[in-house]
């Protein structure tokens, strides 16, 4: 069973910066394309950024120059570092795989006020 837990998301201003954070349990991340995924109120579930196991990571046009994407093979970790923040990022942020995707976690709730 795969376990994705995500973390360090509250509440920035507009134009701050916060990073989350997921572990995995239950599988080796390395051997995954591993994705950050959102989902604002009442919109579907997009994805952020994408790192491969080689290569190029991904970013939406939204976020692109805004976003970074890494992760920590060591750990099993995987990161989403923030910056210049827009009210249009609010979302609940995911970790996981490309698909077909394990079970979501619980996520965690970025919300940036103006």
């Known amino acids: 069973q795969v376990q994705v837990v995500e973390s360090g998301g509250g509440l920035v201003q507009v134009g701050g910066s916060v990073t989350v954070s997921c572990v995995v349990r239950?599988?080796?991340?390395?051997?995954?394309?591993m994705g950050w995924y959102r989902q604002a109120p009442g919109k579907e579930r997009e994805l952020v950024a994408s790192?491969?196991?080689?290569?190029?990571?991904y970013y939406a046009d939204s976020v692109k120059g805004r976003f970074s994407i890494s992760k920590d093979s060591t750990n099993n970790a995987m990161y989403l570092y923030m910056n210049n923040l827009k009210p249009e990022d609010t979302a609940v942020y995911y970790c996981n795989k490309d698909s077909p995707h394990w079970y979501w976690g619980q996520g965690t709730q970025v919300t940036v006020s103006t």
């Open positions: 790192i491969p196991v080689q290569g190029n990571t």
């Open positions: 239950g599988r080796n991340l390395s051997f995954f394309v």
